[in-house]
């Protein structure tokens, strides 16, 4: 029987996610032994079944205006077949991020999700939220991208195999970029071609996804981002440009924030992490 086609949603986590690398960053990050993870703008909430994944007890929280990916995150991801139950760990909101109240350890905001807000009132009104929401100790985890080529329109494109052999070729797309105003257009495409099933003359046909995900995006800066969330009341905030160095012999992963004035590379991914307290 040959594997299930894969969807936009199984394409981006493949190629444009870490979601096991990423649920143990930001385990390391809290530092201690953060139980729930609320992952806002989750759309399918790939990081947030990581999660659940990582610790016996580990609950998340997934939050999306859109319940279509929510769905998704609940049932059946690339690491789950069809007709598997609901994930119990996981709890889905159907809401806008901004009036999201769930509790957790950990709040993400990542895959850039911050730069769907377009504005410094609605990111301080946001931050303020998450804020409040936190646990005692807990921390808040976005990522930003910048740096020499962040506004230069451009392509991107790499092949990766996919779980059932498959042959996916993913482009990123910088289509539109405006300095003045900080606005950026992006898009995600992908072209599959399926492996030929045993004893098969020929290969299925190949299929596209243009414009499988569209982005309209405000790229905000690392010195914005963390006035923002002084002002919103974060009392520590580190910075981090890789999700991890090392990893033990019980699975623990051991990460480093940038000393002041270690320099990001030329092009950068960044992860800033504001803490409730001076943990």
């Not at 690398?21 to 990581?50: C, K, M, W, Y």
């Not at 900080?182 to 495409?189: C, E, G, L, R, S």
Request: with cysteine; proline share 8%; charged share 25%.
């Amino acid at each position: 029987m040959p594997p299930p086609r894969l969807d936009r949603y199984d394409l981006y986590e493949l190629c444009a996610q870490a979601p096991d690398q990423e649920a143990r960053f930001l385990h390391a990050v809290h530092g201690r032994n953060p139980r729930t993870l609320r992952e806002d703008f989750s759309g399918p909430g790939a990081i947030a079944r990581a999660w659940t994944a990582l610790h016996p007890g580990n609950r998340a929280i997934v939050v999306d205006r859109d319940p279509d990916p929510l769905a998704r995150a609940l049932t059946r991801g690339i690491h789950r077949a069809p007709g598997d139950p609901a994930n119990p760990s996981i709890t889905a909101v159907c809401a806008d991020v901004l009036r999201a109240r769930d509790k957790a350890d950990v709040i993400a905001a990542l895959n850039f999700a911050l730069c769907e807000l377009h504005d410094r009132a609605t990111l301080l009104k946001y931050l303020r939220a998450v804020r409040a929401s936190l646990n005692p100790r807990g921390v808040f985890v976005a990522d930003l991208y910048g740096g020499a080529d962040a506004y230069r329109p451009a392509t991107y494109t790499r092949t990766l195999r996919g779980p059932g052999r498959e042959t996916i070729t993913y482009t990123w797309e910088q289509r539109a970029a405006d300095q003045a105003t900080a606005m950026v257009t992006n898009a995600m495409h992908f072209k599959v071609q399926p492996p030929r099933p045993r004893g098969a003359a020929a290969a299925p046909r190949p299929y596209t996804l243009r414009d499988a995900f569209v982005y309209h995006w405000r790229l905000w800066t690392i010195p914005e981002l963390r006035d923002a969330m002084t002002e919103a009341g974060f009392k520590r905030i580190d910075l981090y440009d890789r999700l991890g160095d090392a990893i033990d012999a019980d699975g623990n992963l051991y990460v480093r924030p940038l000393a002041e004035g270690e320099p990001l590379d030329d092009n950068w991914v960044a992860y800033l992490a504001a803490r409730t307290g001076g943990n």
